[in-house]
C-alpha cells in the first residue's frame, strides 16, 4: 500500500507533465492510445466524481453557513464570468458552431475539482475553495443546462432535461455516493483516500487520450486557434476573479481561492456532455480537453506565482 501511497504521490505532483505528454501522444501518434474510447469519458468523469465524493465531509459545507456571502459571491462570479467570457471568445474569433458549443460547455460548467489542491499551493482560503466547488457542482445540474442554452440555444439545439439528466448521473450520483461510502466507512476511505490521486490522474489522463487521438487530424488543421481561446478563457477568469473578490474588498486568501476557483473548470464534465449530447459536431469535445490540459499547468504556475501574494 505505501508504495502505492508513493506512486499516487509522485503522479498527483507530476499531473500537468503527465497530462501534456500523453495529450502529445495522442496527437503525433494516435493510433497508440486509440484502444480508449470517447464512449468511456462518462465512466472516467464518473470515477473522477466519486473520487472527489470519498473526500467530502460535512464539515468541508461548513464555510457555506459560516460565511454564506463568500460563498454566493464566489458562486455568482464563476457562474457569470466563465460562460459570458466564453461566449464573447466564440464571437471575437468567430468560431464555428461545432468549437463555440465546446466553448460555451466549458464556461458553463461547475469549478474543477483541481481548484483546491491549486489553492492550497497558492496559500488560499483552502474551506472556501472546498465549499465553492462542492455547492457549484450541486448547482450543475440545474444551471449548467440554463446557461448553455442562453448561450448556446441560438446556434444549436440544447436539450436542458437531457443534460440535467446526464449531470445527475455522471456527477451528482457518483459524488454523493461517495459521500455516503465516506460516511459509513471512514476507516477504509481514510486509507482509500491517499492512492486516490493516481485513480483521478489515470481517468483525466484517459479523457484527454481518448478526445485528442480521436480527433487528432482535426486539432492538427484548428489547434492554435482553440489553445488561443482556452488560454484565453481560463487565464481571463483567473484574473476577473480576482478583480471581483477585490472589488468585494475579500482577504489575500479569499481573493486567491476565487480566483482560482473562477478559472479552474470542470472541463472532463464539459467534454462528457459534448460527446453525449453534440456527438453531430466533432469538435465540440476539443475545447474541453485542451482546457484540461492546459489549466493543470496554468493552474501551477498561477498557484506557485500567488502564493509569494501576502
Not at 20 to 36: I, R, Y
Not at 84 to 96: E, Y
Not at 202 to 231: E, F, R
Not at 256 to 284: C, D, P, R
Amino acid at each position: 500500500m505505501k508504495v502505492m501511497e508513493k506512486i499516487s504521490d509522485f503522479i498527483g505532483k507530476y499531473m500537468a507533465v503527465l497530462v501534456l505528454a500523453v495529450a502529445a501522444l495522442a496527437l503525433f501518434a494516435p493510433s497508440t492510445v486509440s484502444f480508449v474510447k470517447t464512449s468511456y469519458v462518462n465512466t472516467l468523469l464518473g470515477i473522477v466524481m466519486f473520487g472527489m465524493g470519498l473526500t467530502l465531509k460535512a464539515e468541508d459545507f461548513k464555510v457555506v453557513f459560516s460565511h454564506p456571502k463568500d460563498v454566493i459571491f464566489g458562486e455568482l462570479a464563476q457562474f457569470l464570468i466563465m460562460p459570458l467570457l466564453a461566449f464573447g471568445l466564440t464571437k471575437l474569433f468567430r468560431l464555428s458552431p461545432e468549437l463555440a458549443i465546446g466553448v460555451i460547455l466549458v464556461g458553463t460548467c461547475p469549478g474543477g475539482t483541481s481548484s483546491n489542491v491549486m489553492t492550497y499551493l497558492a496559500k488560499g482560503d483552502v474551506a472556501l475553495s472546498v465549499g465553492m466547488t462542492g455547492v457549484s457542482t450541486i448547482l450543475a445540474p440545474f444551471i449548467t443546462p440554463l446557461l448553455t442554452y442562453l448561450y448556446a440555444g441560438q446556434t444549436v439545439e440544447v436539450d436542458m432535461m437531457s443534460m440535467f439528466l446526464s449531470i445527475i448521473k455522471v456527477v451528482i450520483i457518483p459524488v454523493v455516493a461517495g459521500v455516503i461510502i465516506n460516511k459509513l466507512f471512514s476507516e477504509f476511505t481514510e486509507k482509500v483516500t491517499k492512492i486516490l490521486p493516481l485513480i483521478s490522474v489515470l481517468a483525466i489522463v484517459a479523457i484527454v487520450a481518448a478526445v485528442v487521438s480521436a480527433n487528432s487530424s482535426k486539432i492538427m488543421t484548428s489547434g492554435l486557434l482553440i489553445m488561443a481561446v482556452v488560454v484565453l478563457h481560463n487565464c481571463g477568469g483567473y484574473a476577473l476573479g480576482f478583480f471581483v473578490a477585490r472589488l468585494l474588498k475579500m482577504d489575500m486568501k479569499k481573493r486567491k481561492a476565487i480566483a482560482i476557483e473562477v478559472g479552474m473548470q470542470n472541463s472532463g464534465l464539459a467534454t462528457s456532455l459534448a460527446a453525449t449530447h453534440f456527438a453531430q459536431y466533432s469538435l465540440a469535445t476539443i475545447p474541453g480537453a485542451v482546457f484540461s490540459v492546459w489549466h493543470n499547468i496554468s493552474g501551477a504556475v498561477f498557484a506557485n506565482f500567488m502564493a509569494k501574494k501576502k
